[in-house]
C-alpha cells in the first residue's frame, strides 16, 4: 500500500539558509498535518491542511510558512534558518471527509533537517 | 486546551512479560479519541491502538490492548508477551472528533525489552 513520501530524508543547512520540505499524502487523503519533533521531544504540531486550505495551526514559527496544492502535495518553507530548527519533521495525512470513525493520521518517515 | 501526561519516562521489561505503560489526559470534551503510538528506532511514527471515547470497550490489537478509563481520564497501554522488536517511545495521543483535528501527544515512555 502506499504510504506518505516525504522528501528529503536528510537535510544539511547552514544558519539563516532556506529549506524546502515536501510531502506527498496517500492516493484520496486530503488532509496534511506537519509536525516538529526535537531530539528526546515529543512530536509538536506545526500546521495543516484540507482540500489546500489551512485547516489549523499550531506553534509554527513566522520564519516558516507551509501550503498545500492542487494535487494535494505539501511544502514546508523555512528562512533564516536557525540551529534550535534541527529537528525531525513529520508529515501525516489523513482522510479528512468520511462518514464515521476515527481520524486516523498516517505519518512519513520524516525529514531530518540538521543546521550547522 | 488539553494536555496529554505520560508520568513514565523509561520503562523495562523481560521478554515474554507483560507492561503496562500509563497515560492521562484533561479534556472538556465528551467525545474525542485516544491513541498510541511507537516511535522505533528508526524514528518512524506507528500506530499501535485506538480507542474512541463513546465506546465502553477497551480496544485490543493482538498483544496490545487498553485500560479506558474516561471518568478518570484515563488511557492505559497493556504490551503481553513482550518481544524484542516492542523496544520504542511510545507515544500516547489525544485529538477532538472534528473531521481535520489534529493528534496532541504526550512526552512519551521509552521502552526497553531484554532478552
Known amino acids: 500500500a502506499a504510504g506518505v513520501i516525504q522528501s528529503p530524508r536528510h537535510l544539511i543547512k547552514e544558519k539563516r539558509e532556506t529549506a524546502t520540505l515536501k510531502c506527498y499524502p496517500i492516493?484520496?487523503?486530503?488532509?496534511v498535518y506537519w509536525y516538529q519533533q526535537g531530539p528526546g521531544q515529543d512530536p509538536q504540531f506545526l500546521i495543516s491542511f484540507y482540500e489546500k486550505m489551512q485547516s489549523d495551526k499550531g506553534s509554527i514559527p513566522d520564519r516558516f510558512s507551509a501550503q498545500q496544492f492542487s494535487d494535494y502535495h505539501s511544502e514546508l518553507n523555512m528562512s533564516s534558518l536557525e540551529l534550535g530548527d534541527s529537528a525531525l519533521y513529520f508529515c501525516?495525512?489523513?482522510?479528512?471527509?468520511?462518514?464515521?470513525?476515527?481520524?486516523?493520521?498516517?505519518f512519513g518517515a520524516g525529514s531530518r533537517l540538521t543546521v550547522l | 486546551a488539553q494536555t496529554v501526561t505520560q508520568s513514565q519516562p523509561e520503562m523495562s521489561v523481560q521478554e515474554a512479560e507483560t507492561v503496562t505503560l500509563s497515560c492521562t489526559y484533561d479534556t472538556s470534551e465528551n467525545n474525542y479519541y485516544l491513541f498510541w503510538y511507537k516511535q522505533p528506532p528508526s524514528r518512524q511514527m506507528i500506530l499501535v491502538i485506538r480507542?474512541?471515547?463513546?465506546?465502553?470497550q477497551n480496544a485490543t490489537e493482538n498483544r496490545f490492548s487498553v485500560n479506558f478509563q474516561k471518568a478518570a481520564k484515563s488511557f492505559s497501554l497493556k504490551i503481553s508477551d513482550s518481544q524484542l522488536g516492542d523496544t520504542a517511545m511510545y507515544f500516547c495521543?489525544?485529538?477532538?472528533?472534528?473531521?481535520?483535528?489534529?493528534?496532541?501527544f504526550g512526552t512519551g515512555t521509552r521502552l526497553q525489552v531484554f532478552p
Open positions: 501525516a495525512s489523513s482522510l479528512g471527509d468520511r462518514a464515521v470513525g476515527a481520524n486516523v493520521l498516517t
Open positions: 480507542q474512541e471515547a463513546y465506546k465502553q
Open positions: 492516493p484520496r487523503h486530503d488532509t
Open positions: 495521543a489525544f485529538m477532538k472528533p472534528w473531521n481535520t483535528d489534529k493528534l496532541i
